[in-house]
């Protein structure tokens, strides 16, 4: 059974870092393009960041330079390292693959900034 698990959420004050983690199970992450997507409510969901199989990475203009999307093979995780965190990146974080025809997501994991 495919598995995504997003960990690494929480409450932080404006500036600082998180990293949250996407671990996979029942698929090799490392073939696979990641994606980080971030939801509120009543808003689109927003592509965040992109990783594909071969490293090559993506970012949304809003988060370009603060945040970082990298993976780790030998854990079958792919993370994103925040920093320099705004009140408006503040969502529920989730990442994504595509596998066997289908899209699969992760429950999601909160941030929230604030002072």
């Known amino acids: 059974q495919v598995q995504l698990e997003e960990s690494g959420g929480g409450l932080v004050q404006p500036g600082g870092s998180l990293r949250l983690s996407c671990a996979g199970s029942?698929?090799?992450?490392?073939?696979?393009?990641v994606d980080w997507y971030r939801q509120t409510p009543g808003k689109r969901r927003e592509l965040v960041a992109s990783i594909r199989s071969g490293g090559r990475t993506n970012y949304a203009d809003s988060v370009k330079d603060r945040f970082a999307i990298s993976r780790d093979n030998d854990k079958n995780t792919v993370f994103l390292q925040m920093n320099s965190l705004k009140s408006t990146d503040s969502a529920t974080y989730s990442c994504h693959a595509l596998y066997n025809w289908r899209a699969w997501w992760g429950q999601g994991t909160q941030v929230t900034v604030s002072s």
């Open positions: 029942g698929i090799d992450l490392s073939d696979r393009t």
